[in-house]
């Protein structure tokens, strides 16, 4: 069984997965990135090397002579974070926003890998393992046909993103760590007893990732760094207050999470929030239902007392540009119309900010299916108390998967 799951090749996760649409480290700008993931249904778009300017717009072909590569990829988080991190006393929004879009990648790392079809699975989870997020794969599809050609020059009419054919007629699709993780419980007996332990005797609880978290009552602003490392590692910033009584090393209770993907399926006028409100009302700001009108008066009176000119203007014209009524404020629906964007079925599952938990005692198995109920990478473990332990990754998963496999050859 085990050598039957290590023939396979990532070419197998690819089946039924989409052509990546694209934008281009060479023109895109933040404003560019911006109309882009609005218009997409997918909280994430790969950034790429080659020029699209030079793109054929009768069949979506890169026609550049350079080896077309994706450098990255990006989420309305990225655009939140960056928004947040600049001076809006000093800057111009207009100037902030026509920066190149590769100042929304991440600087330290890259966090997606090139990978053939033919890559073993084993392969794949190794290099998930080292510190990839996303594998890119070269994928087969279907001659485009002259009804298609057509249907696509119309979308690129209304969009900065297509899917795009890159040299050589290829085109991609990415595999993430949760398709892995899927892959795997389809062939999850493979790992007797493993699913049936408990994630604290299995040792994939990790403590180290605890660091990414914010006092419920500090400013968001002060998270902005543990946001955008969160975005990279996959995982989330944890929002805590105060200590656990009775415990010789006190812990700070997990109250919720500002989560990545709860921001990536908010517009860019959440910037505003992160740089006026506090931890704990950022959580309220972002979460599924809209912000409530009160929390949206603050932020708008603050951004006037520090004089946050620009961030005035961009609120300004998001809530201008929504053309809701003061009785479509008060309804729940209507404050999501003016502060949030169309998403996926599949990313509004995760515009919550109640924290995915587990305990030292849940099985291996347990918290695979909660994580992935619930779309996302990790859950944190908390002890009875609701004090922060730490968290289990899918990439602790993989890591302990991979010995196993290892062990059996």
């Known amino acids: 069984m085990a050598l039957t ?21 060479v023109t895109a700008t933040v404003a560019d990135a911006i109309a882009a993931l609005k218009s997409s249904d997918e909280p994430f ?33 990225d655009v939140i974070c960056y928004l947040t991190k600049h001076d809006h006393k000093a800057l111009s929004l207009s100037s ?24 073993k699975l084993i392969e794949a989870i190794g290099l998930i393992t080292g510190g990839a997020q996303d594998l890119i794969v070269p994928i087969q599809t279907k001659p485009i046909t002259k009804r298609k050609q057509t249907r696509n020059a119309v979308v690129s009419l209304t969009t ?6 890159h040299k050589n007629s290829r085109q991609f699709c990415w595999i993430t760590q949760e398709d892995i993780i899927r892959f795997l419980l389809d062939s999850i007996s493979v790992f007797s007893p493993l699913p049936s332990l408990s994630i604290s005797d299995l040792g994939v609880i990790n403590s180290t990732h605890a660091i990414l978290s914010v006092d ?16 990279s590692d996959n995982i989330s910033v944890a929002v805590v207050d105060g200590e656990c009584d009775g415990e010789e090393d006190p812990r700070a ?4 999470e500002i989560s990545p993907m709860t921001l990536a399926c908010c517009d860019e006028s959440a910037a505003a929030a992160v740089a006026t409100l506090s931890a704990g009302d950022l959580m309220t700001y972002i979460d599924g239902s809209g912000p409530p009108e009160s929390l949206v008066r603050v932020v708008r009176n603050r951004l006037e007392e520090k004089g946050l000119v620009g961030l005035i203007s961009l609120v300004d014209s998001l809530s201008g540009s929504s053309g809701s009524s003061s009785s479509d404020e008060e309804s729940p629906a ?10 996926s079925s599949a990313a509004r599952m995760a515009r919550k900010s109640v924290a995915i938990v587990c305990n030292r005692r849940s099985s291996l198995m347990a918290v695979m299916i909660q994580a992935i109920a619930h779309r996302v990478s990790y859950v944190w473990v908390v002890d009875e108390d609701g004090c922060l332990v730490g968290m289990v990754t899918f990439v602790d998963i993989l890591k302990l998967f991979r010995g196993f496999l290892d062990d059996q050859n």
Do not use: F
């Open 5 to 25: 799951l290590l023939s396979h090749e990532v070419s197998d996760l690819c089946i039924g997965k989409p052509p990546l649409r694209c934008l281009s480290a």
């Open 96 to 119: 902030v926003l026509e920066a190149s879009v590769s100042v929304l990648l991440p600087k330290s790392r890259s966090i997606v890998v090139h990978v053939q079809s033919s890559c």
């Open 45 to 77: 778009l790969s950034v790429w090397s080659c020029n699209h300017d030079e793109t054929n717009d009768d069949n979506n072909k890169c026609e550049c002579e350079c080896e077309c590569e994706c450098v990255g990829k990006i989420c309305m988080a």
């Open 334 to 343: 209507g404050r999501t119309k003016s502060y949030g964007r169309s998403v």
């Open 253 to 256: 209770v997990l109250i919720g």
């Open 160 to 165: 900065t993103t297509t899917t795009t054919t």
């Open 216 to 231: 419920y009552y500090s400013s968001a602003s002060s998270a902005v760094t543990a946001i955008s490392r969160a975005i």
